[in-house]
């Protein structure tokens, strides 16, 4: 599909999921046709997601990235997901040579010291596990929503992703987090007991802390650096550029 080809369909999609229920859209993109994978952090809003595919659209793959760092209770409720769900998630990993190659240049946890570091090591951990699960994929499904941050209060239902040459759909771009918990409570939907702890944004353990009263939503991810719309690049283009020069190459 050409890029204006493929930007007419996201524009048209976009319109047309607008006015549909969570169940309706995913049903509509598992019925399109193409390949649909669903790439699911375990967040609330993403287990929102998976409990709907299980119920409307098993048609939809769901994956998951293992960078390796993930807090423990995470990886238990990978398990937890799949038994009350009835999917298979499937787990993408990082290399170990692509993540000898950080640790040599940067240190394991060499992400504290720069942004250049950080992003790094989302390459070798997220990104280029990102790009096996989306391998061949027309449409990706995100959790995304217009309330996480400012820098995604944009989030359409359908956009074109052109590095990736697919469509990014986000069916929950206009839930709150208050419709994102009673979904959760009618639905019996198993959630990441971190979240109860004050983590509504759960990504790797090191870089990841319980956000304090008043603060946004993702405050608690790479907390210590400044920049307000800061992101690990699966879902802006910038960080692809920081990746070490033999993970870059291999990505694409």
Same mark, same amino acid.
Request: aromatic share 6%; net charge negative; hydrophobic share 40%.
């Given at each position: 599909? +050409?890029?204006?080809?493929?930007?007419?369909?996201?524009? =048209? %999609?976009?319109?047309?999921?607008?006015?549909?229920?969570? =169940? $309706?859209?995913?049903?509509?993109?598992?019925?399109?046709?193409?390949? =649909?994978?669903?790439?699911? +952090?375990?967040?609330?809003?993403?287990?929102?997601?998976?409990?709907?595919?299980?119920?409307?659209a098993r048609a939809?793959?769901?994956?998951?990235?293992?960078?390796? &760092? %993930?807090?423990? $209770?995470?990886? @238990?409720?990978?398990?937890?997901?799949?038994?009350?769900?009835?999917?298979?998630?499937?787990?993408?990993?990082?290399?170990?040579?692509?993540?000898?190659?950080? =640790?040599?240049?940067?240190?394991?946890?060499?992400?504290?010291?720069?942004?250049?570091?950080?992003?790094?090591?989302?390459?070798?951990?997220?990104?280029?596990?990102?790009?096996r699960a989306l391998?061949?994929?027309?449409?990706?499904?995100?959790?995304?929503?217009?309330?996480? +941050?400012? @820098?995604?209060?944009?989030?359409?239902?359908?956009?074109?992703?052109?590095?990736?040459?697919?469509?990014?759909?986000?069916?929950?771009?206009?839930?709150?987090?208050?419709?994102? &918990?009673?979904?959760?409570?009618?639905?019996?939907?198993?959630?990441?007991?971190?979240?109860?702890?004050?983590?509504?944004?759960?990504?790797?353990?090191p870089c990841t802390?319980?956000?304090?009263?008043?603060?946004?939503?993702?405050?608690?991810?790479?907390?210590?650096?400044?920049? $307000?719309?800061?992101?690990?690049?699966?879902?802006?283009?910038?960080?692809?550029?920081?990746?070490?020069?033999?993970?870059? +190459?291999?990505?694409?």
């Amino acid at each position: 599909m +050409s890029a204006d080809s493929l930007e007419d369909t996201a524009l =048209a %999609l976009d319109r047309q999921l607008s006015s549909l229920t969570l =169940a $309706e859209r995913l049903a509509l993109i598992a019925c399109r046709g193409g390949r =649909a994978v669903f790439t699911t +952090s375990l967040g609330i809003e993403d287990q929102v997601i998976t409990d709907a595919i299980g119920r409307h659209a098993r048609a939809i793959r769901v994956a998951t990235l293992d960078t390796g &760092r %993930l807090f423990n $209770e995470t990886v @238990a409720l990978i398990e937890r997901t799949e038994q009350a769900t009835g999917i298979m998630i499937e787990r993408f990993h990082p290399e170990q040579a692509d993540i000898d190659a950080y =640790a040599a240049r940067y240190g394991l946890n060499g992400f504290y010291e720069s942004v250049e570091a950080r992003h790094a090591c989302c390459g070798v951990r997220k990104l280029k596990p990102l790009a096996r699960a989306l391998e061949g994929a027309d449409y990706w499904i995100t959790g995304l929503r217009r309330g996480q +941050s400012g @820098a995604r209060a944009e989030t359409h239902f359908a956009e074109v992703d052109a590095e990736r040459g697919l469509i990014k759909v986000n069916p929950l771009a206009d839930w709150d987090i208050e419709a994102i &918990r009673a979904y959760v409570l009618a639905n019996d939907v198993p959630v990441n007991p971190l979240h109860a702890r004050g983590y509504p944004s759960i990504g790797c353990e090191p870089c990841t802390r319980a956000i304090k009263p008043g603060e946004p939503e993702r405050a608690g991810r790479w907390w210590w650096e400044n920049d $307000e719309k800061r992101e690990c690049g699966l879902h802006v283009p910038e960080a692809a550029s920081t990746l070490l020069p033999e993970a870059a +190459s291999a990505s694409h």
